[in-house]
T-cell receptor, first 111, second 112 residues
Framework: DTAVSQTPKYLVTQMGNDKSIKCEQNLGHDTMYWYKQDSKKFLKIMFSYNNKELIINETVPNRFSPKSPDKAHLNLHINSLELGDSAVYFC??????????FGPGTRLTVT | AQRVTQPEKLLSVFKGAPVELKCNYSYSGSPELFWYVQYSRQRLQLLLRHISRESIKGFTADLNKGETSFHLKKPFAQEEDSAMYYCALKAGTSGGYQKVTFGTGTKLQVIP
């Protein structure tokens, strides 16, 4: 299946821990993104990678760091997790023409 | 700078009533506009794009460059239309890449 996949689907962890969320797309898209969706369902872009180069960082705390080992992967690392980081994180990808394809989301709960 | 505004956080309508989800954008050039839908606990998925000029699940949206709007409309709401709807704008930047900007979303609630 051609799609955007991300793991894990659910992540429950304690404050102060470091965690990672993985994302892979096999659509051959050039640009990948990470979005944060809060409890009110507001969608906020966090990062955008185009051909392995970070091109957008929307005032996200530096505890969050994207890592792109290749064009098909964009992982999200989060250090020193805080309660306010609890949200659903969506990975997405797009090509120059066409819409954006989203992953299934990772529901992060920080306790 | 690109900006997408969805002024309504929540829109409640009765089944069978017309629906209009508002979207206004800010961009100096010629953008590409999209609507995405997210059903409960599912991923966002593309609903329609303005260049296709198509109707999906009874929804249509017309790009009005004069009013910089891309409102989503459906003449008769169905219960299964209840979901979050996001308007998005895609346009080129001075750096030569395409940037996608999403609105904050509108929750559509169709009352039986």
């Amino acid at each position: 299946d051609t799609a955007v996949s991300q793991t894990p689907k659910y992540l429950v962890t304690q404050m102060g821990n470091d965690k990672s969320i993985k994302c892979e797309q096999n659509l051959g898209h050039d640009t990948m993104y990470w979005y944060k969706q809060d409890s009110k369902k507001f969608l906020k872009i966090m990062f955008s990678y185009n051909n392995k180069e970070l091109i957008i960082n929307e005032t996200v705390p530096n505890r969050f760091s994207p890592k792109s080992p290749d064009k098909a992967h964009l992982n999200l690392h989060i250090n020193s997790l805080e309660l306010g980081d609890s949200a659903v994180y969506f990975c997405a990808s797009s090509q120059e023409s066409g819409g954006t394809s989203f992953g299934p989301g990772t529901r992060l709960t920080v306790t | 700078a690109q900006r997408v505004t969805q002024p309504e956080k929540l829109l409640s309508v009765f089944k069978g009533a017309p629906v209009e989800l508002k979207c206004n954008y800010s961009y100096s050039g010629s953008p590409e506009l999209f609507w995405y839908v997210q059903y409960s606990r599912q991923r966002l998925q593309l609903l329609l794009r303005h260049i296709s000029r198509e109707s999906i699940k009874g929804f249509t949206a017309d790009l009005n460059k004069g009013e910089t709007s891309f409102h989503l409309k459906k003449p008769f709401a169905q219960e299964e239309d209840s979901a979050m709807y996001y308007c998005a704008l895609k346009a080129g930047t001075s750096g030569g890449y395409q940037k996608v900007t999403f609105g904050t979303g509108t929750k559509l609630q169709v009352i039986p």
